[in-house]
């Protein structure tokens, strides 16, 4: 009797200690998720979003209305040429310095270094570009300058990655909404009935944009989480996690471009298009239009942000975006009055600008590997460039012919199947964070 209690206290103690080793087993495998649990403090993502504004002010002003002026001044007639060469050689300066210095800060381990270094480079060539004389020294200039400037937001755009949890992306994105408004405002401000002289406006941006970069390098400080740079399921064998992580980045990075194409085409031919529907409409009106559209994206995105944190569904609502902006092209391509038009463009630009920044904090969520972050959002980026090469030949082939209407049929084909790319992404993608759900 007694040697069989004791068999049966063996067995009860080694099935303890078996159920104990599962239990840590557990534990250690979701130590991702658990430390993703941790919310970023509000003051750090404030903070983070304010900069990010002031990477689009460090940009938008300059590049669609200082440097036009200038080439006007220095080139003459030969503006439009100027100009074409610059935004193409400029181009490819940022999307290899993006990569670039993506990959130097993942190597290096440090954002802030970087983001500190490309904001003075950045705004010391943006001050030289007033002292360009010829064309040739003011396209070096901005080749430079893109240079420069990528210095700053590879590792900025990086470092979101770093410190902001799966349960907070959504907000983020929201929070990133804010950019372009803000961006297209400095230029208005800059340029607001010739307050300021044409050779000081380049040092009012280089201004606004330390004054808006300096506040999170100086005094931000974020919540450390170590499970946002452990490579994701590092415990497991499996490599069919990686193929399913790795198919995820894939079909965001497709749709992003998809629906940056049909951004493109709209934001350079837009007031073409309004004054082919009515021969009266003014430059005023696309410009008021165009900055009620942003305003209103903000609320948006902040909206369906929050919501596709609750509700953990980040890809939800970048599936709606997809699916109205394509609706939107499809009201604008059979518009035949001005308030049709209307209509349709402001459906199509609050669907895009909510895609558009939602998509640039989940796609955080995607990237394989935690330790070549700032190298893989380098590579998103090119979404950024590269429909600008693509764009003027759809235009070119398409608008002469058969009208804009043709134009944004196609467009909207694009949009659609950048929603159905993202309508069937995986419901979970083991990132060792939380999973994708559509």
């Known amino acids: 009797m007694v040697t069989r209690l004791c068999r049966i206290n063996r067995l009860l103690l080694k099935a303890a200690l078996l159920s104990e080793a599962a239990l840590h087993h557990r534990l250690h495998m979701v130590a991702p998720k658990s430390a993703d649990s941790r919310r970023q403090s509000a003051t750090f993502m404030y903070l983070y979003a304010l900069a990010v504004s002031g990477g689009a002010v460090a940009y938008m002003p300059f590049l669609t209305i200082l440097l036009p002026l200038r080439a006007t001044d220095i080139s003459g007639n030969g503006a439009l040429g100027m100009l074409a060469i610059a935004a193409f050689l400029g181009a490819i300066a940022a999307s290899v310095a ?4 993506g990959w130097a800060s993942d190597k290096t381990g440090k954002r802030r270094p970087w983001i500190c270094a490309g904001l003075a480079v950045s705004t010391a060539l943006l001050l030289a570009t007033a002292y360009a004389k010829s064309p040739a ?43 372009p408004g803000i961006g297209a405002l400095s230029g208005a401000f800059v340029t607001m009935n010739d307050a300021f002289p044409s050779e000081q406006r380049e040092i009012i941006i280089a201004v606004l944009v330390i004054a808006m970069v300096s506040p999170v390098l100086i005094f931000g400080r974020p919540i450390s989480m170590p499970g946002l740079n452990t490579a ?12 399913v992580t790795r198919n ?13 194409i049909a951004e493109a085409s709209l934001f350079a031919f837009l007031l073409l298009w309004f004054r082919s529907v009515d021969p009266d409409f003014g430059e005023n009106n696309a410009a008021n239009i165009f900055a009620l559209v942003l305003g209103m994206a903000v609320f948006l995105a902040l909206a369906a942000g929050r919501w596709s944190d609750r509700a953990n569904r980040p890809i939800l609502p970048l599936i709606c975006g997809a699916a109205a902006a394509s609706a ?66 759809l235009t070119l082939a398409l608008v002469p012919a ?15 199947i950048a929603c159905l790319l993202l309508a069937t992404m995986p419901r979970q993608h083991g990132s060792g964070q939380a999973g994708l759900r559509a």
């Open 137 to 179: 020294a003011m396209i070096a200039i901005i080749m430079l300058w893109q240079i420069g400037l990528n210095m700053m937001l590879a590792p900025l755009s990086a470092w979101a990655g770093d410190t902001i949890p799966d349960s907070q992306k959504g907000f983020l994105g929201g929070l990133l909404a804010l950019a």
């Open 232 to 243: 994701p399921m590092e415990q497991s064998t499996d490599g069919e996690q990686s193929a």
């Open 98 to 101: 993006n990569i670039g210095f």
């Open 328 to 393: 939107g092209l499809i009201i604008m391509s059979v518009s035949s009055s001005l308030p049709v038009a209307i209509a349709g463009y402001v459906v199509f630009g609050l669907a895009s600008s909510l895609f558009l920044a939602l998509h640039s904090s989940q796609t955080l969520r995607v990237l394989p590997r935690p330790q070549t972050r700032g190298r893989d959002l380098g590579i998103f980026n090119l979404t950024n460039t590269v429909p600008s090469l693509i764009m003027p030949w």
């Open 248 to 260: 995820a980045a894939v079909k965001m990075w497709i749709a992003r471009l998809l629906i940056q």
């Open 402 to 416: 058969y009208g804009f209407g043709s134009l944004f049929l196609l467009l909207a084909v694009l949009a659609l």
